[in-house]
């Protein structure tokens, strides 16, 4: 199947950007946001971003415009266990 952003318009996929990057500002200025980023086939691959709390993950994924305007068809949050931390 063809990702969904390969079907919209350059304007489109560049205007939610414009939006994405405030909302990965804010939450990286509130401290909730430690990386975010994609893989490097990212029309197969997507995306990921570690946040601090799940909840902090699944309040920017609820306002992310990408998915808000279907770019993004679906999200999830995982946990993990933490190995190595920065001090």
Known sequence: ??????????????????FAGRLWKEFQGQGALLMIGTFANAQEEGSMAIFTTREAAEAFAEGDPFVLNGVVRRWSVREWNEAIASS
């Open 1 to 18: 199947m063809e990702p969904a952003w390969r079907r919209l318009p350059f304007e489109t996929v560049t205007k939610h950007g414009t």
